[in-house]
């Protein structure tokens, strides 16, 4: 058709080309992405000048030179980052502290890995994890000294509550949502009741009623303690959201295989064990990450109810004497802290998301 | 009895049996035990308390209160104050969201990032420590005789004075209901499918309805206009004090910010899977059509997104109206902050914490239903979205 | 024991049996008894109730009046007859129902494991006889969705096999496959006949129906229209909706 000399196969589009073409395609598009451009240059510049160039490191500056510097005052954290971290714990023992925040870590991780995705390695994972981090802070034994709950504060505390949340609610959820599936009409409507209560309700309300009106309405005996109260009205919360989604992943999960599963004679136990749960769990994954973040962050709702949690410790790092003014320092810190676990959680989850995406079809 | 217990209809019968009575004994001992407690601490249990003056105030309200009004009154201010906080907030996180997710979508990559970077870095941050920080933020603006003026605005640490309307009480809430008319009527005149008129008629009547709210409004404003007043009552520096305007507490600023970032963070995460949603075919057949990116943006996958984006947005509108309650943590008097002081100052546990659940599911499901009649509205006839 | 000596027990005994979905009468006073070792095609158009009947067998669906009996026990509430009974039928679906998370090999020692408690070892033993039989053991280590359909659907067979049931349901086993893998399966079905299982197969495979069968049976809107030996009912079908049925499906 074409004149053989004119065929020299088309070149891919060069960078500068596509560059181009995809910043600068017309006047207005060039017009919007320098201003977009302008506007990501000049926050980047601002934070970065004020958390590194201008800012104040050294550890014993004064308060007042501080403050009279252009940037952040990283000195309030460098003095106050025990309080922050650690709360009220004693100052001697607080390497437990920080050990069992390492632990937490830890045991998230090893949730993240495939080869430990089965119900008895997560379960082992957390329980023993979870023993770990009690034990060391609150000692008693192996030569540890006893330290109560009431001295527990910072990061850990947060951690404790988020852990000990998801390790009541996780399971609990299971229990919702086989419920909530149940043929018999009684059960799943009266579960289905609680579920949507719950859900109706903001957390911070069913952490109230928990820390207020539970002793109302228990014998003394069965009160337990108030942080472990509230950890039961966030494992609450977290259950019936939880619930809801492990419903949508066991109603993803074909309709055949269950009846595949008791054509073989197997029992309910095995039904759910090895088949159902397995699949709805996969297919729920990337939605429970999320839960699992979204608990995260409003574990620092317990503020309210009046726990030294990590805000709460932020907000006495900076709210006493000379450093009233560092308040951007100390939220910066936590909110970097916040940061680092959410965004790499949520990121993890969106490859997963990807990944699976990818598998299916 | 092996034999009974074999028995399939027995065992199910008996499971529920059990379930039932599980939930019964949780909610007959608590009961009891509550009756027994507040036995001995000499208070008296129901909704009599209701009727009873506080004792004490509120910092936020936008009805008259004091310290002599009674509980339900409280309540009502509570929910107004909710409400109030809740609808602004969604407004400014629907507005934000809205900008967040066009720049998430759009084709220029500079944009997109820009939005992400948002996104990424607002939602990674517990609202509560946004709202900490803002609080910080603006209780810390220079005092009132340095304030920061913006315009008709001044920005101090006693909170933000705002430019307001001379106008009585009354007047002010019927002008802000005509308001809403004024969008409401037009959208609803447009789209309804009760008024069967041509197309030209039907425009006369979206104008006609637009113009006379818009009118009425500005009547009520005119009628209920304070006498020797201007119209607009500029805050100004007097001494050492602000006069005139509108102050906007610090808590009250410090949350609807706080709300609208963080809310506006996740709606432009909805708005972006809205227009992910609308399938590629969709924009390639109007192009194919020959009509204007704007007319494919307008008229093919807005209202499209729209569609996928509704009952996610209710879900997160119902979230935000929730998250209002951390207005206790800085003490902007909202609902909940209403039942937790009650709780404090009377002791009426239960009762208040039952007031608090049926408030909120009453929101709840108020919401719902309006999505749920937006949606049933506009839905696609069959199911032509899914192909 | 002693009064049924001279009778052997049968298979599957169904007696009066009805079916309601809500106020829909599925199953219709439904009479029919399978000996062991029969095989049995049962045929009908879509919606007559042939799929309805067969679940009931093994209670996927719970019939609503009359009696079943298998293997000489009573399908009523009693969770053990239910659990006896389903160890011993089998079944193979129309969409293969192979557990998707697992290898081919998991999937047929699963329930010999947890039912049966058979060691490991023994059960692996006993899937790769089964899956040779089938023709795949090549397949073993592989996942459910690498496998072609008339592939999936003969492990869903090796999978029942491993219980080694008495009885084989087959709920339109060839339905949802391409055309060409359709003879595969229906191999293997055939050389399990021989082997003398009893089977009760819902197919429109006539070809099958004829080699295999001794009795086929048609349903048409919940009842038994008509049911006869291979020859009669193909040669001679009395019924004038099985004509037509016959006529439709074997017409081009």
Redesign the interface.
């Known amino acids: 058709m074409s004149d053989p000399s004119l065929a020299s196969p088309p070149a891919p589009p060069g960078r500068l080309i596509d560059l181009r073409r995809r910043y600068f395609r017309t006047p207005v598009q060039a017009a919007i992405s320098l201003a977009c451009l302008g506007l990501l240059a000049w926050l980047a510049w601002g934070v970065l000048n004020w958390a590194v160039f201008s800012a104040e490191f050294s550890a014993d500056a004064s308060p007042e030179t501080c403050r009279a510097g252009a940037g952040a005052c990283w000195t309030v954290i460098a003095q106050r980052w025990r309080i922050i971290l650690f709360g009220l714990y004693p100052y001697d023992e607080q390497w437990r502290s920080a050990l069992a925040c390492v632990v937490v870590v830890a045991m998230i991780v090893l949730s993240c890995l495939p080869s430990f995705w089965s119900g008895l390695r997560l379960a082992a994972v957390w329980v023993l994890g979870t023993a770990a981090f009690y034990i060391l802070m609150k000692g008693g034994i192996f030569g540890l000294r006893q330290i109560g709950e009431d001295q527990w504060g910072g990061l850990a505390l947060t951690l404790f509550i988020f852990v000990a949340t998801c390790l009541i609610g996780f399971p609990l959820s299971i229990v919702f949502a086989l419920m909530r599936r149940s043929k018999l009409p009684v059960i799943s409507h009266g579960i289905g009741l609680v579920i949507d209560a719950v859900r109706s309700l903001p957390l911070l309300s069913i952490l109230f009623a928990f820390a207020v009106v539970v002793p109302f309405m228990l014998p003394d005996f069965l009160q337990g303690g108030r942080l472990y109260r509230v950890i039961c009205g966030a494992a609450l919360f977290f259950a019936a959201y939880q619930a809801e989604i492990i419903r949508g992943g066991l109603q993803g999960v074909a309709r055949g295989q269950e009846e595949a599963a008791m054509s073989l004679g197997m029992s309910y136990r095995h039904r759910v064990g090895k088949i159902l749960l397995p699949q709805a769990m996969r297919n729920a994954l990337p939605a429970t990450i999320n839960q699992f973040v979204i608990s995260f962050k409003e574990t620092s709702l317990v503020i309210v109810v009046g726990f030294f949690e990590i805000l709460a410790s932020g907000n006495a790092a900076y709210g006493t004497g000379e450093w009233t003014f560092a308040y951007r320092e100390v939220y910066a810190f936590i909110a970097l802290i916040y940061f680092t676990f959410v965004f790499s959680l949520s990121r993890y989850g969106a490859y997963l998301e990807r990944r699976m995406a990818v598998g299916t079809r | 009895m092996s034999n009974l217990w074999r028995n399939q209809k027995v065992r199910n019968l008996f499971l529920q049996g059990l379930f039932v009575a599980a939930v019964l004994l949780i909610v007959i001992g608590g009961w009891m035990n509550a009756q027994q407690t507040m036995q001995s601490q000499r208070m008296i249990s129901g909704f009599g308390f209701l009727h009873k003056s506080t004792g004490w105030d509120v910092n936020f309200s936008l009805l008259p209160a004091s310290a002599n009004d009674p509980y339900w009154w409280f309540f009502v201010i509570g929910i107004v104050n909710t409400l109030f906080l809740g609808v602004l907030g969604l407004m400014l996180a629907t507005f934000i969201g809205g900008l967040v997710g066009l720049a998430r979508t759009s084709s220029n990559a500079m944009l997109q990032l820009l939005g992400r970077t948002y996104v990424d870095f607002f939602r990674n941050i517990p609202l509560i420590l946004q709202v900490f920080f803002w609080y910080a933020f603006v209780t810390r603006l220079p005092s009132v005789r340095n304030a920061i003026e913006i315009g008709p605005m001044t920005l101090s640490s006693r909170g933000v004075y705002i430019p307001a309307l001379n106008v009585g009480g009354w007047y002010l809430f019927a002008a802000a209901l005509a308001l809403v008319a004024a969008v409401v009527l037009p959208l609803w005149t447009r789209t309804t499918r009760r008024i069967d008129k041509p197309r030209e008629e039907r425009r006369g009547m979206v104008l006609a309805a637009l113009f006379g709210s818009l009118a009425l409004v500005l009547a009520l404003l005119w009628l209920g206009r304070l006498p020797e007043t201007p119209l607009i009552d500029v805050p100004q520096l007097q001494g050492l004090n602000m006069r005139g305007g509108l102050r906007v507490s610090p808590e009250f600023s410090a949350l609807l910010i706080a709300i609208g970032i963080y809310g506006g963070a996740y709606i432009g995460e909805i708005v972006r899977g809205g227009f992910k949603a609308v399938g590629r075919g969709q924009t390639e057949a109007a192009h194919s059509l020959g009509l204007s990116p704007w007319q494919t943006f307008s008229r093919i996958s807005l209202p499209l997104a729209l569609r996928a984006m509704l009952p996610i947005l209710a879900n997160q509108y119902i979230w935000l109206i929730k998250a209002t309650t951390m207005g206790i943590a800085i003490g902007f008097t909202d609902f909940f902050m209403i039942v937790a002081v009650t709780i404090n100052q009377s002791g009426q546990t239960i009762e208040a914490i039952a007031i608090l659940m049926a408030g909120f599911l009453a929101i709840n499901l108020t919401i719902a239903a309006i999505f749920n009649r937006i949606n049933k509205a506009i839905a696609l006839k069959g199911n032509q979205l899914r192909s | 024991m002693t009064s049924t000596d001279q009778l052997p027990t049968p298979a599957v005994s169904i007696q009066g049996m009805q079916k309601f979905y809500g106020s829909f009468h599925a199953l219709k006073n439904i009479d029919l008894t399978v000996e062991k070792g029969e095989k049995l095609v049962i045929c009908g158009p879509s919606g007559s109730g042939k799929s309805t009947m067969i679940r009931c067998i ?3 669906e719970e019939h609503d009046g009359g009696r079943i009996t298998v293997l000489g026990t009573e399908l009523n ?7 006896g009974i ?2 011993e ?3 193979v ?1 129309q ?1 293969f ?5 697992m290898t081919v090999l998991e999937n047929c020692v ?2 010999p494991m ?2 049966r408690k058979i060691p490991r070892a023994q059960a692996e033993a006993a899937a790769m006889r089964y899956l040779e039989k089938v023709r795949i053991p090549e397949q073993a280590r592989k996942y459910p969705g690498q496998l072609s359909g008339g592939q999936q659907q003969r492990v ?1 067979i090796a ?2 096999l491993c ?1 080694e049931p008495e009885i084989l ?1 087959f709920d339109e086993p060839t339905s949802a496959l391409d055309p060409e893998m359709i003879a595969e399966v229906l191999d293997v079905m055939v050389s399990l006949a021989s082997d003398g299982m009893t089977m009760i197969c819902v197919t429109h495979e006539m070809g099958f129906a004829r080699r295999v069968a001794d009795r086929v049976i048609f349903m048409d809107a919940g009842e038994i229209v008509e049911m006869a030996d291979p020859e009669t009912f193909f040669g001679d079908p009395k019924n004038e909706r099985t004509k037509k049925f016959l006529s439709q499906i074997l017409g081009h």
Do not use: C, K, Q
Not at chain 3, 97 to 101: A, G, I, M, Q, V
């Open positions: 093994n209670r996927l509430d009693d969770v053990g007859n239910i659990d389903r160890r039928v089998g079944m679906f969409h129902n192979l557990f998707p998370h699963l329930a947890l039912v869903a999978r029942s219980m349901l």
